[in-house]
């Protein structure tokens, strides 16, 4: 409790001090349009509700007086969407009474319309929503003679039908609208609204194509717009965000979402439309796994959000989630638990069971055997509750509780019985092969080795290599894949160090030397492997774990000199002075960025420069033949994508002057350096010199002069 308690008392400072920086208000802001007789609302202004509430004191007011209405008009134009809830008793009354309104109450009338389609909006109630909004369409229509109705009203109304999953319904309403206000400039930030709505859904569908199209035409529009435009490019930027967070373009999210920000502060504001986008960019450095900053911006938003909102908001309580993750992510087990404690807490429901499973994570990482086993069970249960029995979600569950029973507990029969359950309700939902089915069966095949059940753990492993490789059927467990379809998978290579491991384990078992051989057959292959996907991937987002490979190399090592002791023969050796070469490669990776890979191999500053240059205005111009191809300017887009190709061009041509001048980075960034037997004694000498120049003062040392000592011990050979 008292762990919580300062985590809580955190929080409300880091709430005192954002809001008093960044002196976040909540104004009146209204702009009239039609002549200045209908304010529209942005949301977040002064609130009335006290004023109005009051009249409720001595009964139900009566809503004949003009004053009355005067306050109850103030009261519906600033309600925020984030309180509306709060404020269903006030609202509620005014729509059950508003049959008495008189003819001079239209404003009145359309108001309680709005207000109350926005209402049963955020309560979820979909239908009565749709019903409020087309009386409220229809009066706002008749009252001022338009069919141009509002933008953030509209949107929410066609959101109803894509709630409803009616998404033909949706889009065609908001295409239809478009075509409405696209030749009329003054409603540009309507079209802007539908068409982020828009790409919001195709964002959500994962159709990334579409959605960034529709989404720079909303750019477009909004590109020469003046500060009131500010909240709608703020939304646009967040929806660019989350387009690409999905494309797996982390660094270009975060920076949408920064924009998103800037744009917001221009606004009157609420805190927690800030708050919002403080978590939204607090997922995108989640995502990409910088924690701390991730903790520091889901802080800020919690402090505002426990501020505003009703305690057991779901905004809240997903919040404390992932503060529980991240805490878990750095080794802070203690407050990892207490944050997952205080989501579950502020709603136990059954839909919580990812806090659940979450939380008994954190327990059998700690070894509270018992708390992790009542948490998994628990999360199970709540799963197949809310998800249904036969869910993709359920599978994940019996796999993450049958872990734990097969490595954690006596319980191992149970284990296996819902990983295999696992296995059998992937393959209703799948029904061919999926990458999904790798990590039960790698499961299966790790506890079958540790309990020396090695040839049913080695067909298990083999199982999952024909799950992850495209036309690989082989289930002869002495033959490996040879096809790289899927090498960007980490759980491939998972599966194919503990085949290798389980091979080593049954030559130390039967002395038959072709498991020794297959052994080493199978390390290397994880290490063409590893070699392959570092062309994809920089080193702070690769698959492959580093540890792991270290790991790999040592075994191989290992291998390799004891098959070349057993045999004789010369290929082993040459096999292990590889893999020594490997090693030491990886290990100077792995201890460098690549700006410093570049520095200390001499490459010039002027070539560094010129490289960022160009990266820079090639990132321009794929932003404008983006633009380009949204309004269909076919004649400029031709020039742009010229351009680009001589850029490309450019930057493959440094990529030549790195590969053929300065092969030293060429190779460290892809490559182990495989070297003849001929040749290492002279590169021992010259990387001896070239770690005492540079890397004395490195933690990287120690392992770098280990890989050093091998290769000197193998010379002698």
């Not at 995502?287 to 057991?312: C, G, H, T, V, W």
């Not at 190399?553 to 290992?558: E, H, L, T, V």
């Not at 030491?584 to 420069?609: A, D, H, M, Q, V």
Request: charged share 25%.
């Amino acid at each position: 409790m008292a762990i919580f308690l300062n985590l809580h008392m955190r929080n409300l400072l880091i709430a005192f001090f954002l809001i008093l920086a960044l002196n976040i208000h909540v104004h009146a802001q209204k702009r009239a349009i039609h002549n200045n007789t209908y304010k529209e609302i942005k949301w977040g202004q002064k609130d009335h509700y006290h004023d109005f509430q009051f009249l409720f004191i001595d009964g139900e007011p009566q809503l004949s007086d003009s004053t009355t209405k005067s306050l109850a008009l103030d009261f519906l134009q600033s309600i925020s969407l984030y309180n509306i809830i709060d404020r269903e008793k006030e609202i509620n009354y005014l729509y059950q009474n508003r049959l008495s309104f008189s003819h001079s109450d239209t404003l009145l009338l359309l108001n309680t319309y709005r207000v109350y389609a926005l209402q049963q909006y955020v309560e979820k109630q979909y239908n009565k929503s749709i019903q409020g909004f087309e009386a409220y369409f229809r009066l706002y229509e008749s009252y001022f003679h338009s069919n141009i109705y509002p933008g953030f009203e509209f949107t929410k109304y066609t959101v109803c039908f894509k709630k409803k999953r009616d998404y033909k319904r949706f889009i065609q309403l908001l295409e239809s609208e478009i075509k409405k206000v696209e030749n009329i400039g003054e409603y540009n930030s309507y079209q802007a609204q539908y068409l982020i709505e828009s790409g919001k859904h195709f964002s959500n569908q994962r159709q990334l194509d579409t959605a960034r199209h529709i989404l720079s035409k909303a750019k477009l529009l909004l590109s020469d717009k003046k500060k009131e435009e500010f909240y709608i490019k703020s939304n646009l930027f967040k929806q660019l965000g989350y387009l690409e967070l999905f494309s797996s373009n982390i660094e270009l999210a975060i920076n949408y979402f920064n924009i998103a920000i800037d744009n917001l502060l221009e606004t009157k504001h609420s805190n927690v439309q800030m708050a919002n986008l403080y978590n939204d960019l607090a997922k995108a450095y989640y995502i990409d796994n910088q924690l701390k900053k991730a903790d520091s911006y889901f802080s800020m938003a919690l402090a505002i959000y426990e501020l505003e909102l009703r305690p057991n908001h779901s905004v809240i309580i997903n919040t404390y989630r992932y503060l529980g993750l991240i805490n878990y992510g750095l080794s802070d087990y203690t407050n990892a638990i207490a944050y997952l404690k205080k989501s579950i807490s502020l709603d136990p429901a059954p839909k919580r069971y990812l806090s659940y499973r979450n939380l008994a994570e954190v327990y059998a990482k700690t070894d509270s055997i018992e708390l992790a086993q009542k948490y998994y069970a628990l999360s199970l249960k709540n799963t197949i509750i809310t998800q249904g029995e036969n869910s993709y979600q359920s599978a994940i569950s019996y796999l993450a509780y049958g872990e734990f029973l097969l490595l954690k507990t006596p319980f191992t029969q149970k284990g296996e019985d819902y990983i295999a359950k696992t296995i059998e309700l992937e393959y209703e939902i799948f029904q061919e092969k999926s990458i999904d089915f790798i990590e039960p069966l790698n499961i299966l095949g790790k506890y079958y080795i540790q309990d020396g059940q090695i040839n049913r753990g080695l067909d298990s492993l083999q199982s999952a290599l024909i799950q992850a490789i495209e036309n690989f059927h082989s289930r002869d467990i002495y033959t490996n894949p040879q096809s790289e379809k899927s090498i960007r998978e980490s759980s491939f290579t998972n599966t194919l160090a503990w085949k290798a491991y389980g091979f080593y384990l049954k030559y130390i078992e039967t002395n038959y030397i072709e498991d020794l051989k297959m052994s080493l057959l199978t390390y290397n292959h994880f290490i063409y492997v590893a070699k392959e996907t570092r062309k994809y991937f920089e080193e702070t987002e690769s698959v492959i774990d580093a540890g792991q490979l270290d790991y790999v190399f040592g075994q191989a090592i290992d291998i390799g000199n004891q098959l070349y002791q057993i045999t004789g023969e010369r290929k082993y050796l040459e096999q292990v002075f590889r893999f020594i070469e490997g090693k030491k490669s990886y290990t100077l990776f792995t201890s460098l960025s690549i700006l410093e890979k570049k520095r200390l191999l001499n490459i010039p500053k002027e070539l560094l420069k010129k490289e960022q240059k160009l990266k820079y205005s090639l990132g321009l111009l794929n932003e404008k033949i983006s633009i380009e191809q949204a309004i269909k300017r076919s004649n400029k887009i031709i020039d742009l994508e010229k351009n680009a190709f001589t850029i490309t061009q450019s930057l493959d041509s440094i990529q030549k002057i790195y590969k053929e001048q300065y092969s030293g980075f060429y190779n460290l960034k892809y490559g182990f350096n495989e070297l003849s037997l001929s040749e290492i004694e002279e590169k021992t000498k010259e990387n001896q010199a070239f770690l005492y120049k540079k890397y004395i003062p490195m933690k990287v040392t120690t392992n770098f002069m280990n890989t050093l000592m091998l290769v000197a011990i193998y010379i002698n050979y």
